[in-house]
């Protein structure tokens, strides 16, 4: 599966997914996407390469041993990491490709906004035409 950056310049590839996906409501994750949470899966490392764009990558170390890397020119999220493990995390909105899983967790709930909660909320498969 391949994924890349909203402009294009950074590109990756993976073998497969490692971990389930989940979807993260912590503090760090919902700053860092500007939004009420990341959907994340771990890979490891050997299942994890760059294609193009490497040298682009900016890093962030959003906490204590952990390292956040974006795009250098479209601020996209790729990857966190805490180098000492034997994966990275993927942020899976940046796949082009379907994983063919599903998320099967929310986690760092006691962090979640409370706007998120309860929604019911009416659904259109794209913007509205009586909202353009």
């Known amino acids: 599966m391949k994924g890349s950056c909203l402009c294009g310049a950074i590109e990756y590839e993976i073998d497969r997914i490692d971990m389930p996906i989940g979807h993260c409501h912590c503090r760090t994750c919902r700053k860092a996407h500007a939004a009420a949470f990341a959907t994340t899966a771990g890979v490891m490392r050997s299942h994890f390469r760059w294609l193009k764009g490497e040298d682009l990558l900016s890093g962030f170390a959003s906490s204590p041993g952990k390292w956040r890397y ?29 994983p063919g899983l599903r998320p099967q967790q929310h986690i760092w709930t006691a962090d979640s906004p409370p706007w998120l909660a309860g929604d019911d909320l009416p659904r259109w498969p794209a913007w509205p035409a009586e909202r353009a």
């Open 70 to 98: 974006f795009c250098s020119q479209c601020g996209s999220h790729l990857v966190a990491e805490r180098p000492h493990q034997a994966h990275v995390i993927v942020r899976v909105a940046t796949l082009d490709d379907d």
